[in-house]
């Protein structure tokens, strides 16, 4: 069976990460596809990596009333004209703008991926409004695809939908991760050695690493409190930061942005396009962040044979099992986040036994092999239900 699936992001950022490789998948199984989001500088790699056009929509992830009104406009336009049988959307904005824009156009199979939930972090009239809008994003949809459990454990909780139109694929994961790309065995130490010289690391250094977004609810301001309350008895260990700020979003508290700057053991890198080198040096990866739906760079770093130390929300406590290919630790907890540090730094026994199980737990639950035949297997599932 086959058919037309158009595949909608807020930002291209999302749609060259979090679906690298699926369109070609799809297109080798049958389907034609066809790709949107707002403009930026990752959409020429998209294509030439798709061989697709990416169409462009004006979309944003701030709330902006007439902005989105103009955005589903020419999305229902581009819908209108492409035809497509299903329409799958990812991210807030994207959501709620493809999955309304879809049903007025009469689209049989509108899917929506669950993987991340702003309104947990929010109060008051703003929480209100997010409510409202993922509301009427599911219920414009024909199926909500949370990207975990746990999520799928909120949404019900929060009474956002039926839990008929609910369903995690396979193990979870939006995209699952590329075993071959995400191997420790690509780089030797030779090449670690020499990321080491650049970022001035020693070969006596004990890293922790971090990658994502440098914002508030990633639990930044946690981890740097942790790790300077460590410096004062372990003068031997740094911290890599891996990704941007986002100061008109999220901002970090201003002392520890200070100290981020002054701290000659924390080392900024900004965006990268691939992580992997700096995974590859590290001994531990911490990702104390307050809200997820099924964190990538968990997994990613799990894949690179990293112990990680997580918060314990959705997602992050389904990729890791307590003392077995992590630590978890409460949310928010900076203490927790500390002793867990320090213990890892100091026990090396248990360090070597999370590290041996990191890759082998991703592998059996994860492989991107296994996710994609779940999304494709969905696709004909649903488009065959509503052809009949």
């Not at 300077?228 to 008895?233: D, G, I, S």
């Amino acid at each position: 069976m086959t058919g037309k699936i158009l595949r909608i992001t807020t930002v291209p950022i999302s749609l060259y990460k979090l679906l690298q490789g699926q369109p070609k998948f799809m297109i080798q199984n049958g389907f034609d596809m066809l790709l949107a989001s707002a403009d930026g500088t990752e959409i020429p790699k998209i294509e030439q990596e798709t061989g697709l056009k990416v169409n462009i929509l004006p979309l944003t992830r701030k709330i902006s009333p007439i902005t989105d009104l103009k955005a589903l406009w020419k999305t229902y336009k581009l819908i209108k004209q492409t035809q497509p049988d299903i329409v799958h959307t990812h991210t807030p904005k994207a959501g709620i703008i493809g999955m309304l824009a879809a049903k007025l156009a009469g689209v049989p199979v509108r899917m929506h991926t669950v993987a991340g939930m702003p309104l947990l972090e929010t109060t008051g009239i703003k929480r209100q409004i997010l409510n409202l809008v993922e509301k009427l994003t599911y219920k414009s949809a024909t199926g909500v695809y949370p990207n975990s459990f746990g999520l799928k454990k909120i949404i019900l909780k929060n009474d956002l939908t039926c839990p008929e139109k609910l369903k995690v694929l396979a193990n979870g994961s939006s995209n699952g991760i590329d075993l071959s790309y995400f191997n420790p065995e690509l780089y030797s130490e030779t090449h670690k050695q020499t990321l080491r010289n650049d970022l001035n690391i020693s070969n006596n250094d004990f890293v922790f690493s971090f990658v994502g977004r440098l914002v508030t609810d990633k639990g930044i301001n946690e981890l740097i409190n942790a790790f300077v309350r460590l410096q004062k008895n372990y003068n031997h260990i740094k911290l890599l930061l891996v990704g941007n700020e986002e100061p008109d979003l999220d901002p970090l508290n201003p002392k520890v942005k200070k100290e981020i700057k002054t701290n000659i053991s924390i080392i900024t890198t900004g965006w990268v396009d691939d992580v992997r080198p700096y995974l590859a040096l590290s001994d531990v990866f911490v990702f104390p962040s307050y809200r997820e739906g099924m964190p990538n760079v968990v997994m990613q770093a799990g894949a690179m044979r990293l112990a990680s130390i997580v918060s314990d929300i959705n997602g992050c406590n389904e990729i890791i099992e307590n003392k077995k290919n992590g630590i978890i630790v409460p949310v928010k907890n900076s203490h927790a986040l500390f002793e867990a540090m320090r213990e890892l730094l100091t026990q090396k026994e248990l360090l070597l036994k999370l590290q041996n199980n990191a890759r082998p737990s991703i592998q059996s639950r994860f492989d991107q092999q296994l996710v994609w035949q779940a999304i494709l297997d969905e696709y004909r599932k649903q488009l065959n239900q509503k052809r009949k």
